[in-house]
């Protein structure tokens, strides 16, 4: 296919997600959102309504079946994303499943299998690793200038959006492991979580998990639906310096720390000794401020047209879901310590 | 004795914390701070330059032998808590003894056996139960207004003040954990805890407490002596209202959410249902502005010269520390479920 | 015409604004952008990707000659308010103007005058009395619970979009006034305005303006286009209760202090007596939160369809210019007093 | 007198800000508050209390007669500053007098010939140009990184502490006054001033000033005991950098955003011209935390010792006069422009 030509997309799932697929697809030169597909007809009367220019349909197979269609974006309950990925890959179309990419890793190895054997792209919707700030934070500690990254703390909360199907750590987490992933390139070994169902039963709403990673580093992620503030705040500590980003912030959403704990100072009499502690500016780097779901969106077009691996691509997300599944299991076991064994793609 | 005159005070340890006792025991019109107590001689120079009036010794026997002391407030490293606490019970005198109240439950339990014997105050500075923002708190629980507390969720975050003898949990989280106590009324069955130790080998400098209500409650308790922004913060979900309570705040210290999931508003034909989420104002209460410690000393005078029982006496101490032994089990076994008994004042 | 059917709506000027207005009516049901209009072809470049269905031209006249053209909006530089105004007026088309109406008192009256005399609606886009906050304000200040409102101090500031017709204080300052006419509902007599030229030559970047109410009340407004925080802070100090308005904010934009100065409350041998101060809660109301253009949009079309009075009526606009008008009287004359007479709606 | 021996103070006015000087002197170690002196003896009671060492009298004369006394702290009420400032010189002690120096500049040119021919200290208490965040953006502004300083805008604002013989003006702009004063190092040549009284009949408790200085500077000081929320907020607009003072924040009490206009970018047919606007890093510089009034007690007491000029002399203090008598003429006179004459030091 000539892609000096527009790139046509069908959106799938046109809930809470989808319009913002459709909206970012529609703004960029290079694609035109042809489709958008849902089986419930008030979601398309909305989508008609806001982009006259979009065809609609409740059967999937009517975008399947369009030609001209190249590449299908799937925001659908989890539930939903193997059997439907599976068709969209059957049927020859690059996918862009949104996060976590399925109920399981042997669904995620499929789906991997599938788009291999087929050329196609396979990219899964972790939207914060396209977020500018994100990829600050990755060029600041690539540099050297964070020192040791000795630990990261990822907090996800806010009041509603219950999900009935997946519980808070599979529908919040997936955002704070593909960060900590995205940012620590190295794998944990292990899992603990804890957590609460409150609202419905069997689905907890408050989850805490601890990851331990092959390098000795560390990370805890706490989520929640269940909080009167929408917090979204990652801090990465350092050996030399601290970095917080808070994404809620409209400006300013990193803040680099100079501060440290400096090596035992003295020893005295009582075999005690001291620490001292190094404070010094507070920087808040210039981040461009542009929508990480349009930088996805672009991302995904560019590996279309280039045939290259997306930075979110099938492993990827098969990563994130075998952290998971083993969070899931440590839930399960009293938040016991679960090994996780990941697969890192085959570069 | 008679108290129309003045309590004769002693405070033994003048590191971080002594000070503070002795400047608000100074500001209290029914006490003196009559002697200073440390081994360290440059630390009671100190004390002389800023209180001319204090009487400053080394040896500690020095305090304990003189009629005229009736109260000692102990705020040394938390090692030396059981031998220098049973030594100023022996000695008669009430005492106050800085969070956590000793080692082990067991030097707990074999002080407050010794208080109950000699009929001696003992009270444990935990200072927080004794803040006005935290008795608002307490007010607001109590009277139905949150509704069904469903977890309560408490962060105490800084960089630096490295305890060489204990990790973060037993350093911080008493402060967590003591509020949590005072504010549910019930105690925790079970504990989880994960933590890492990055500066100080076997010291743990980032946990994550995780506790288990008889009642079904539910608490996460996160401690880090390695974040670059201190944190304060405590947020109570209840069923009906959600509080948020940052006490680094200097003003509005506490914001009530009139926020709530309400009950599945509809079934729709894929038997999928939808939470409605309820909005409403935001209100901070006005709270007194006092300093937590002063009214703690004040409570602690109180008891002396009432014979009541301090707020936070011998077993809340107790409980608290038994708390911190499950966690720290815990911690040595890679997380795991560790259960707990508290023991409660045979009230 | 039959306003069953779709109000048929032009927008002429796509700067930084027009594109606003398109978005907003565009989602609106009763209504269509069917053109747009700007002297730069570029600009409708950029529109047409964005909106297919919206037809562009660089004349004018095109719009105006098109029946179905029931409406009009100008959201082009000041200079050419009043020339355009009159154009789309003589067109027999409703007219809703960007803020400043117009470039004087003189061309405001007469724009009134022409839209009164063909009973067509003139609006001007005071676009901040149509934000739910402000709505919530005025209830709060109707209601009484505020008390008398002593003055009003309003704030908006921020870096960039200098002007090259108008200085900051035409730019700015008419969203400060209409609300500040919007709450207080009386006009004011005086004003003193003081300001300086430090980017562009004879165009004040930074202006402050004092208003003297017929009632007693004052109000002090401070705009800049050199500030490198963007605020937008409105206090509005009551004898009962006190109000801040921050629209920075993305939830509680709206504080309500309980806090006041109370009477003297003892006289001392000194003749000297002192005030006591009262501090109660602060309260953020739930305030819905709607784009206040949507809103006003929404309130244009009603007009049409009832032919009522807008709330920014052309006697709305013309008051806001004729406070500018002694504004700039004021710079000219070294920061000193000028009478303003405005002229309130004969309703 | 030999200094290597104690400084002995003695303290005037007791009221809210003596004991601040007392509690300060109190902890440089070397000087002793030998006396505190007030009308009230209700005030020297609570001295008594806090500070068992230091003398207490009804009576100055007692201070002042007092041959070790070396020193004088004057705390009292503005109008009583001049006749006790004349009566401690006359009795040859140096003087710190708070602010402002006194209520004219007619009596602050008298004390100045006074302590000048005796050859004692006169300084005056503008606290905050011996802030260390105030030495930092001194020190920013020095070094040319901001570039040139445009314009300052300065408010303090509160609920309270109203004054009964003074205006906001008079009590709160001396902060802001001298902070501008020193940071510029330039004289205004006029002021404009406006505000109004509401709680007390002909004492503004609202002010606004706008000072025009000689070298094209421009400055705004807001000023207000009738406001919900503390504010001390200085933004300094220079051509290259812009820094923002907040008093208030317990950290990052300076702010430098790398923010400014850029010249004209291009022209286009309709002469029109659009300026661009360069958005970089925010960087909040490390301060020491050092309490402003401590540097002050120091700094008082080192030019006693090396006979050296106070950075607040008695110059200062009247500079700071002659700007506020400006300000009230403008007040008197519905704001209109006022010159302003000041006297800087002979160096």
Chains 1, 2, 3, 4 share one sequence.
Not at 11 to 31: K, T
Not at 123 to 141: E, N, S
Not at 165 to 171: P, S
Not at 325 to 345: F, P, Q
């Amino acid at each position: 296919m000539n892609h000096a030509e527009l790139i046509n997309i069908g959106v799938v799932g046109c809930g809470y997600w989808g319009p913002n697929l459709i909206r970012n697809f529609s703004s960029l030169p290079n694609c035109r959102v042809k489709w958008a597909c849902d089986v419930r007809p008030e979601r398309l009367e909305r989508i008609e309504q806001l982009y006259p220019g979009v065809r609609t349909t409740v059967h999937i197979d009517q975008v399947l079946d369009d030609p001209e269609v190249e590449a299908v974006a799937i925001a659908t309950p989890v539930f939903t994303h193997f059997e439907l990925g599976a068709k969209v890959l059957s049927a020859g179309k690059h996918t862009l499943i949104e996060k976590p990419m399925a109920s399981s890793a042997e669904q995620c190895q499929e789906l991997i299998e599938m788009a291999k054997e087929r050329g196609l792209a396979l990219m899964v919707g972790h939207t914060f690793i396209y977020a500018p700030a994100v990829r600050k934070i990755k060029a600041l500690i690539d540099s050297g200038e964070i020192g040791d990254v000795l630990y990261i703390s990822s907090r996800r909360l806010n009041l509603g959006l219950f999900q009935t199907d997946i519980n808070v750590a599979w529908d919040l987490a997936p955002h704070d492991i593909s960060i900590i992933l995205y940012l620590l390139d190295v794998d944990p070994v292990s899992v603990n979580c804890q957590g609460k169902a409150h609202v419905t039963p069997h689905i907890e709403d408050v989850t805490n998990i601890s990851l331990n990673f092959a390098n000795g580093g560390f990370a805890l992620i706490h989520n929640s639906w269940l909080d009167p503030n929408k917090v979204r705040l990652t801090t990465v500590v350092g050996s030399n310096k601290m970095i917080v980003y808070d994404d809620t912030q409209p400006l300013e959403k990193i803040k680099v720390f100079d501060k440290r704990v400096e090596g035992p100072r003295r020893y005295d009499t009582f075999g005690d000794f001291h620490y001292s502690y190094h404070y010094g500016d507070t920087n808040s780097p210039f981040v461009i401020h542009e929508e990480p779901l349009k930088v996805l969106c672009r991302h995904f077009l560019d590996t279309i047209v280039n045939g290259s691996r997306p930075d979110s691509d099938g492993v990827n997300g098969l990563r994130v879901v075998q952290i998971l599944e083993a969070a899931s299991r440590s839930l399960a076991s009293n938040g016991s310590l679960v090994s996780v064994t990941t697969r890192r793609a085959d570069r």
